[in-house]
């Protein structure tokens, strides 16, 4: 069992910036993140496979968003910057014990194995 905690949600105005963390408590092979806004359906934001560190972004947040690892500390960052209105959602930590391999693949809430509670990301316009 691999238990995640997410922290570094908030309220921020358009254009600025969240480091959003999550701390795995045990071996994963990949880590992604997903966001849910209201009414809307899940939906993928970044992944890195942990062992080389490849990493997967959605066409929405490429360019604004960096997704990386501390493998000291077994710690995901989301980095995310010239946050958006649209960007206003919960932010959900996901793991894998599996290597995903491409982004169709890392895409997938179903391909993750284990589910952080979320954490909020409000932007206001």
């Known amino acids: 069992q691999v238990q995640l905690v997410e922290s570094g949600g908030g309220l921020v105005q358009a254009g600025g910036s969240l480091r959003l963390s999550c701390a795995a408590s045990g071996r994963t092979y990949t880590m992604g993140w997903f966001r849910q806004a209201p009414g809307k359906e899940r939906e993928f934001v970044a992944a890195?496979?942990?062992?080389?560190?490849?990493?997967y972004y959605a066409d929405s947040v490429k360019g604004r968003v960096t997704i990386s690892r501390d493998n000291a500390k077994n710690t995901v960052y989301l980095q995310m910057n010239s946050l958006k209105f649209e960007d206003t959602a919960v932010y959900y930590c996901a793991a894998a014990l599996a290597s995903l391999w491409g982004i169709t693949t890392a895409s997938k809430d179903r391909a993750y194995d284990y589910w952080g509670q979320g954490t909020q990301v409000t932007v206001s316009s």
């Open positions: 890195i496979r942990w062992n080389e560190g490849t990493t």
